[in-house]
C-alpha cells in the first residue's frame, strides 16, 4: 500500500500560493547571481524572473502621499505584485524597524493587505512577511 504524504498547509496566510512563487523566484535568483551586489541589481534580475514566470507585476510603481486631496509627495514600491502584494527588496543582513516602519506605511497608502521585505544577503535570502491589520 502507498501512503500519501500529507502536505504541510497554513490556512492563516494571506495569498499563500502567490507569495511563494514570488519567494522562489527570489531563491531562483540569488542561486545564479550570489550575494553581495547592489540592491538595483537584484531589483532587475528579480523582475526578469518574475516575468519569466508569467506573474503579473508592476515595478517601481508611484505611490502618492495625499494630504486633504492634493498630492504633497511620492515614494515609489519596487515591486506590486498582482495588485496584492508589495515586494521590497533590501540589502543587509537583516531588517531594520524603518524598513518594516516603510513597508507599512506603502501598505496603508495603497490599502493592500501583505508584503514581502526580501534581503539577499551573504548567507542567502532572507524574507519577512508584513501584515497590514485594516
Same mark, same amino acid.
Request: proline letters at 4%; charged letters at 25%; one cysteine or more.
Given at each position: 500500500m502507498i501512503k500519501q504524504a500529507s502536505v504541510l498547509k497554513r490556512d492563516d496566510l494571506i495569498y499563500p500560493e502567490?507569495?511563494? =512563487?514570488?519567494?522562489?523566484?527570489a531563491f531562483d535568483v540569488f542561486n545564479e547571481i550570489g550575494p553581495g551586489l547592489l540592491e538595483k541589481y537584484y531589483q532587475k534580475a528579480l523582475a526578469q524572473a518574475l516575468k519569466g514566470s508569467g506573474i503579473s507585476f508592476l515595478e517601481q510603481v508611484?505611490?502618492?502621499? =495625499?494630504?486633504q486631496d492634493e498630492v504633497v509627495g511620492r515614494k515609489f514600491l519596487d515591486f506590486l505584485v498582482d495588485d496584492k502584494i508589495i515586494v521590497e527588496i533590501k540589502r543587509g543582513l537583516r531588517f531594520? =524597524?524603518?524598513?518594516?516602519?516603510?513597508?507599512?506605511?506603502y501598505l496603508k497608502l495603497n490599502n493592500l493587505r501583505l508584503a514581502i521585505l526580501i534581503t539577499f544577503s551573504n548567507d542567502g535570502v532572507v524574507f519577512k512577511r508584513i501584515i497590514n491589520q485594516l
Open positions: 502567490l507569495s511563494y =512563487k514570488i519567494i522562489g523566484r508611484n505611490c502618492p502621499i =495625499k494630504y531594520s =524597524k524603518s524598513h518594516i516602519d516603510q513597508v507599512l506605511e
